[in-house]
């Protein structure tokens, strides 16, 4: 009986560790690359329009952190995306912010660096509208 019950926990064991591993993308993207740089661009100008006493701050720098590593994880070696003006654009800006972010985590974004990451972000909208 005991030789039966461990066996059955092993099952259940490889069952659910592989099933765990068959699940949908760990990351907070759909998988479609236009809407899910819309989706990057719009965390990235709400955190552009963040005042530095915001209460909301540090969560939203959070979200856009992470929707910047998911963003270049799933699409850095893509080749369908990788030659679109909307992707380059948007590494520049990624890259730009991710930068500041990690260089000097609490102070706030300079105002040069605020204008040029709306203009890029902007170009990288524009993009998408035109790649559509």
């Known amino acids: 009986?005991?030789?039966?019950?461990?066996?059955?926990?092993?099952?259940?064991l490889v069952l659910t560790i592989?099933?765990?591993?068959?699940?949908?993308?760990?990351d907070s993207l759909t998988g479609d690359y236009r809407q899910d740089t819309l989706?990057?661009?719009?965390?990235?100008?709400?955190?552009?329009?963040?005042?530095?006493?915001s209460p909301n701050r540090a969560a939203i720098q959070a979200e856009a952190r992470q929707k910047i590593n998911d963003f270049s994880a799933r699409y850095q070696?893509?080749?369908s995306v990788s030659n679109l003006s909307s992707?380059?654009?948007?590494?520049?800006?990624?890259?730009?912010?991710?930068?500041?972010?990690?260089?000097?985590?609490?102070?706030?974004?300079?105002q040069k660096l605020k204008n040029r990451l709306e203009q890029e972000l902007d170009r990288v909208e524009s993009a998408l509208r035109r790649d559509a």
């Open 39 to 53: 989706a990057v661009v719009n965390i990235m100008k709400e955190a552009l329009d963040l005042t530095e006493d």
């Open 77 to 79: 070696r893509v080749k």
């Open 18 to 26: 592989g099933l765990m591993g068959c699940s949908g993308s760990p």
């Open 87 to 110: 992707f380059t654009t948007m590494r520049t800006a990624l890259n730009s912010l991710a930068g500041h972010y990690s260089s000097y985590p609490n102070r706030p974004l300079p």
């Open 1 to 12: 009986m005991k030789r039966y019950w461990s066996r059955l926990l092993a099952l259940v």
